[in-house]
């Protein structure tokens, strides 16, 4: 009875051992690879992006054995499209086209038939392809991403010794919001006595205020100049332009007036200041003023060193920016304007002559 049970007891462990040695054997051809990753440049949904597998290798790949790389072996979820040969690049082992006597050669076929799309490396006869790191890189954006959010598993096999899986998450781009709002200050400060504005050698007879230009008592033959400071703060993306008008030419209560640079003709194109011609029984050649501003990137500086124009009965450019302001930068955020006036012996005489000037900040957002 002792000999029976020794004996059922031997054969028990002889297939036991054989069994286990039989799982030992299947696995062993499975070493696995190491650092095993794919970086893609997008995680989007359903759409194009580049593969760099990367991996190491612990057991060479000889004469005829492959390298398969599988996307989504499972399934069909990666389209590789119309991925060629140029679109794939390699180190750690030279892919080639067709074999030669370089070492370490490998051919592609490219499989884009569901559900095995694969890219399937074949060493060349009589090469090795020697253990160690591997990068395969997919480039152009040929491989399209699936269509639904999820992980993804991207295999490493082949009838070469090692293999192993990694994954990609495929998931929805991130949306960002945001808002700004709009922001605009604009004011206008009078400039002191004394300054001289846009390079004219007539400096600033009187300071001016930001709601008052008086020239007071004008003296036939003698110029004066008044200026204003023009500030812009805004965050307008394509920035803003100011413009001057008059409401009408410098009136009295008598109907006498003070016309326009230079002698009525209300210049559009910037021009040197001349004193007016004071022609008898030309009334609109006895007096004159224009306008002149220092920005100098204003349409390509128009307004150049003391140059005037006189169309102000309508909206006149004198100060712009292409971008955000700050209020205080020259030529950008803040420049300076100014009127000069002149007259001759027959201007007619009044104490009372006025007009307004409107200036009008337009930015663009």
Same mark, same amino acid.
């Given at each position: 009875?002792?000999?029976k049970?020794?004996?059922w007891?031997?054969?028990?462990?002889? !297939?036991?051992?054989?069994?286990?040695?039989?799982?030992?054997?299947?696995?062993? #051809?499975?070493?696995?690879l190491t650092?095993?990753?794919?970086?893609?440049?997008?995680?989007?949904?359903n759409?194009?992006?580049?593969?760099?597998?990367?991996?190491?290798?612990?057991?060479?790949?000889?004469?005829?054995?492959?390298?398969?790389?599988?996307?989504?072996?499972?399934?069909?979820?990666?389209? !590789? *499209?119309?991925?060629?040969?140029a679109?794939?690049?390699?180190?750690?082992?030279?892919?080639?086209?067709?074999?030669?006597?370089?070492?370490?050669?490998?051919?592609?076929?490219?499989?884009?038939?569901?559900?095995?799309?694969?890219?399937?490396?074949?060493?060349?006869?009589?090469?090795?392809?020697?253990?160690?790191?591997?990068?395969?890189?997919?480039?152009?954006? #040929?491989?399209?991403?699936?269509?639904?959010?999820?992980?993804?598993?991207? #295999?490493?096999?082949?009838?070469?010794?090692?293999?192993?899986?990694?994954?990609?998450?495929?998931?929805?781009?991130?949306?960002?919001?945001?808002?700004?709002?709009?922001?605009?200050?604009?004011t206008?400060?009078?400039?002191?006595? +004394?300054?001289?504005?846009?390079?004219?050698?007539?400096?600033?007879?009187?300071?001016a205020?930001?709601?008052?230009?008086?020239? +007071?008592? !004008?003296?036939?033959?003698?110029?004066?100049?008044?200026?204003?400071?023009?500030?812009?703060?805004?965050?307008?993306?394509?920035?803003?332009?100011?413009?001057?008008?008059?409401?009408?030419?410098? !009136?009295?209560?008598?109907?006498?007036?003070?016309?326009?640079?230079?002698?009525?003709?209300?210049?559009?194109?910037?021009?040197g200041?001349?004193?007016?011609?004071?022609?008898?029984?030309?009334?609109?050649?006895?007096?004159?003023?224009?306008?002149?501003?220092?920005?100098?990137?204003?349409?390509a500086?128009?307004?150049?060193?003391?140059?005037?124009?006189?169309?102000?009965?309508?909206?006149?450019?004198?100060?712009?920016?292409?971008?955000?302001?700050? *209020?205080?930068?020259?030529?950008?955020?803040?420049?300076?304007?100014?009127?000069?006036?002149?007259?001759?012996?027959?201007?007619?005489?009044?104490?009372?002559?006025?007009?307004?000037?409107?200036?009008?900040?337009?930015?663009?957002?």
């Open positions: 009875m002792h000999r049970t020794f004996a007891m031997l054969v028990v462990a002889l !297939l036991s051992w054989a069994f286990s040695a039989s799982l030992f054997v299947g696995v062993a #051809r499975a070493a696995s650092g095993v990753k794919d970086t893609l440049t997008t995680s989007d949904l759409v194009t992006a580049n593969h760099v597998v990367s991996y190491t290798s612990v057991t060479a790949a000889t004469a005829g054995q492959t390298i398969k790389i599988q996307f989504d072996p499972a399934g069909d979820a990666f389209n !590789l *499209g119309t991925l060629a040969f679109d794939i690049s390699t180190t750690g082992m030279t892919l080639t086209a067709a074999c030669s006597a370089a070492a370490s050669e490998v051919t592609v076929a490219i499989d884009n038939a569901a559900p095995d799309e694969n890219a399937t490396f074949t060493v060349c006869a009589g090469d090795t392809v020697a253990a160690g790191a591997k990068t395969v890189t997919f480039s152009n954006n #040929r491989i399209t991403n699936p269509n639904v959010t999820g992980s993804y598993v991207i #295999r490493i096999a082949g009838t070469q010794t090692d293999l192993a899986d990694t994954r990609v998450a495929i998931i929805d781009k991130v949306t960002m919001t945001a808002s700004v709002d709009t922001s605009l200050t604009f206008i400060a009078g400039v002191a006595a +004394g300054q001289a504005i846009n390079g004219d050698a007539v400096t600033t007879s009187a300071g205020t930001a709601t008052a230009l008086s020239f +007071g008592t !004008l003296t036939p033959g003698t110029a004066k100049v008044l200026g204003q400071t023009l500030s812009v703060t805004t965050n307008a993306r394509n920035g803003f332009v100011v413009t001057v008008q008059q409401d009408q030419n410098l !009136l009295s209560a008598t109907g006498a007036d003070i016309d326009l640079f230079k002698d009525a003709s209300a210049v559009a194109v910037p021009t200041w001349t004193a007016p011609l004071g022609t008898l029984d030309v009334e609109n050649t006895y007096g004159h003023y224009g306008v002149t501003s220092e920005d100098a990137d204003l349409n500086d128009e307004f150049a060193t003391a140059l005037y124009a006189g169309d102000i009965t309508t909206a006149r450019q004198v100060f712009s920016h292409t971008g955000p302001a700050d *209020g205080t930068t020259t030529n950008k955020g803040q420049t300076r304007v100014g009127i000069k006036i002149e007259i001759n012996a027959l201007q007619e005489a009044a104490t009372d002559y006025t007009n307004s000037l409107v200036y009008i900040a337009t930015p663009t957002f």
